[in-house]
């Protein structure tokens, strides 16, 4: 049977690129288990292993901007859609499905991470990547000309499928083509621009749907992405050193995990759907919720048994899950990264809702976060860089957020700009220190061999944590709205305020009377939210402890890797 193998001749790797000579795996955790054969694919053969090649310095930067555009891409599609959902919801009459327009992009981008792990891990980068990209544009495509609230949530999910790639993939390929000592620098480069591109989506998006159409939000993606296309396909070469494992045809769908991938989607769809309907639609105690409840545990145990089973065919491969340093950065990530993306999604919501600000301008107002964000993201990187141990970043972070969310709690109609510009900041600076943290760990500890699945099981705990972590924020609030209103303002009609959305109150409630009862509804919904975060953010400091204290500098990992493999020499 004819091999997949990587189909770069020698000339690609010309004479401006710099070569140096093979690095070896730089996990000193695991080293003993890089030679070990996958049971569905067979290893590059142990002839040694390749040259490294990186390109030279103008090739680089050019690529590097050209996977940063298609990263800020993905990461602008996670909140473009906030501030554009009540004029689509009001276009499409589809109140009941809005949650799905966040959610089926979600769902789809953190469950789909495996699968291009093993599609980078097993095929040329080059291929996989652009691939990937192509699968995020074709979803742009159909949500910008979705007919319907059906065909919106399509694309969407289709954008996540594409955009799962594009996020797993912009990290492997910078970690084949970034001198070790850049790397820390580009990733915080990296991070800033993730930063950056996530909390201008509701900025952008009040802009698209006030002065254009809330299809933009989507368009937009075809030509910038185009660009980069164009870019990688001319100017990358694959790494003959990122071809770290090769397979032959007929086992290329026993690679890629689709009954646990199957299994997780479903238990997710039933935790999403209870937190769509749960308590909004149907009564918390009715059967409804309670058995999408059950559904989600059930289908849960189920996943854990497959990926037990199917061991390194598995979405979330055990062996490397198991590892100290990689099961507290999901957990952290899990945790740390709901707190945030969910504070990143109601802050709009309380400029609009609390303070009656238009949707271009509480995007603005979101402005603290996003350079604050950038700023310290970059900042971490660096001092990673220096300092090498991790854990008091993840430390930091954690009582950053924390501290810094607590404040923002406190927050009511007539906050000042010192208020909500400072609290923001201070939340920010936790969020920066920790938002890239997870990938510049993962690929400092880890072999060639293992890098993409590696990279992508840190990343799928990050956007799980972002999927329940909105999710769950939004049902608290629309919870809490509900109950204000019920127990307080029983004359006014919940379906109407639940239509209007955070954008539409003062047209939808001419009377003072009731806009001041729906704006203290909607406050109380919007701390209940607050409590949230906090609580995961004080949860993910509670992981933070369990970190090790190892340094992460390259020439301490040689080091430490060094003495490990003396040792194991010396042994009998």
Known sequence: M??????????????????????????????????????????APPAGPPAVKYPDPLRGAVLTVALLLAMFLVALDMSIITTAIPTITQRFRSLDQEGWYGSAFFLCLATFQAF???????????TAFLTAVGVFELGSLIAALAPNSPALIVGRAIQGVGGAGVTGGVYTILAFITRPKYLHAVFGVTSAVWSVSSVLGPILSGVFTQYVTWRWCFWVNLPIGG??????????????HSRVAHTTVNKIPTLFDFPGMVV????????????????????????????????????????????WKQGEGAMVVPRIIKRRTILVLALFNLTAQGSGFARVYNLPIFFQAGQGQSPSESGIRTLPTVLTTSIFSFVGSILLGKVGFYQPFLML??????????????????????????????????????????????????????????????????FIGGTVGVSAATNIMNNVIINTLKNESPNIPVADVLAAGSTGLSRAFSRKEDLDAVVHAYMNGIKAGWIWCIVLAGLAFLVSLGAEWKSVRPEDVKKRREQKAAAASASP
């Not at 093979?22 to 049971?39: L, Q």
Request: aromatic share 8%.
């Open 264 to 307: 997780l989607v479903g238990g997710m769809v039933c935790l999403l759907l209870a937190l769509e309907d749960g308590g909004v639609k149907y009564p918390w105690h009715s059967r409804v919720p309670i058995g999408l409840l059950v559904g989600f545990g059930l289908l849960m145990i189920l996943f854990a048994l497959v990926e």
């Open 2 to 43: 004819a091999e997949v193998k990587d189909t770069v001749p020698a000339a690609d790797a010309p004479s401006s690129e710099e070569t140096e000579a093979a690095i070896p795996p730089s996990d000193d955790d695991t080293i003993d288990v890089v030679g070990k054969k996958e049971p569905e694919a067979t290893q």
């Open 116 to 126: 291009w792990g093993k599609a980078y891990k097993f095929f040329p980068l080059k």
């Open 227 to 240: 660009a980069a296309s164009i870019i990688l396909l001319l100017l990358l070469k694959t790494p003959p």
């Open 397 to 462: 972070g954690a009582m950053f957020v924390t501290v810094g969310t607590g404040l923002i709690y406190t927050m009511g109609p007539d906050a000042t700009a010192g208020q909500y510009i400072g609290y923001q900041v201070l939340a920010a600076i936790g969020s920066g220190l920790v938002i890239q943290l997870n990938v510049i760990v993962a690929q400092a500890i880890t072999p060639r061999v293992d890098m993409s699945i590696t990279l992508a099981t840190v990343l799928f705990f990050q």
